[in-house]
Antibody, heavy 121, light 109 residues
Framework: EVQLVQAGVEVKKPGESLKISCKAS????????IGWVRQMPGKDLEWMGI????????RYSPSFQGQVTISADKSISTAYLQWSSLKASDTAMYYC??????????????WGQGTLVTVSS | SSELTQDPAVSVALGQTVTITCRGD??????ANWYQQKPGQAPVLVMY???NRPSGIPDRFSGSGSGNTASLTITGAQAEDEADYYC????????????FGIGTKVTVL
């Protein structure tokens, strides 16, 4: 069974750093791209970026380029999303999701349960 | 980058049919996918490609599309179908990037 497991809640202060994780199991981690999606409180889904764990090829949405860093450690089947200096506006739910693709289709089937990041002084 | 447009909200009587629409230039190139999100839960894929349901998704969900428009239809809506529905596709920029619609709140009356 494919599973993406994320920690539940992170509470941080503005200016602090944070690295959240997405641990994969039930499949070959290096064979599928993992994407990250932000959902601010009461708002819609926003695609942030995606990584291929086998070679760490990473692509970012222009909206998030330079604001976050996406990485992966294939030795422990875990993808990461990190901030060097959090802002209150980073308060949101963050989901990881596994990309499925072939010649015709390209979609995110398996999702983590999300990590709620709260940034407040 | 591309944008996907959805109606913010629709309502449907219990047992009736509702169609949600998604529009965007990227849909001329890439298929739309649809995700259902209930309050406090992660999104769930309910439709991908032209009309493909993942395992476990009821057959009252169906998809269609033409040109720059994709649609998700719920035939015989049930109370448990009340949720936000988001469309998504590859971005038409050519790089590996994606776009989500703003979501449609479906209320089952």
């Amino acid at each position: 069974e494919v599973q993406l497991v994320q920690a539940g809640v992170e509470v941080k202060k503005p200016g602090e750093s944070l690295k959240i994780s997405c641990k994969a199991s039930g499949y070959s981690f290096t064979n599928f791209w993992i994407g990250w999606v932000r959902q601010m409180p009461g708002k819609d889904l926003e695609w942030m970026g995606i990584i291929y764990p086998d070679d760490s090829d990473t692509r970012y949405s222009p909206s998030f380029q330079g604001q976050v860093t996406i990485s992966a450690d294939k030795s422990i089947s875990t993808a990461y999303l990190q901030w060097s200096s959090l802002k209150a506006s980073d308060t949101a739910m963050y989901y990881c999701a596994r990309r499925e693709s072939d010649n015709f289709y390209d979609y995110f089937h398996h999702w983590g349960q999300g990590t709620l990041v709260t940034v407040s002084s | 980058s591309s944008e996907l447009t959805q109606d913010p909200a629709v309502s449907v009587a219990l047992g009736q049919t509702v169609t949600i629409t998604c529009r965007g230039d990227s849909l001329r190139i890439y298929y739309a996918n649809w995700y259902q999100q209930k309050p406090g839960q992660a999104p769930v894929l309910v439709m991908y490609g032209k009309n493909n349901r993942p395992s476990g998704i009821p057959d009252r969900f169906s998809g269609s599309g033409s040109g720059n428009t994709a649609s998700l239809t719920i035939t015989g809506a049930q109370a448990e179908d009340e949720a936000d529905y988001y469309c998504n596709s590859r971005d038409s920029s050519g790089d590996l990037s994606y776009v989500f619609g703003i979501g449609t709140k479906v209320t089952v009356l």
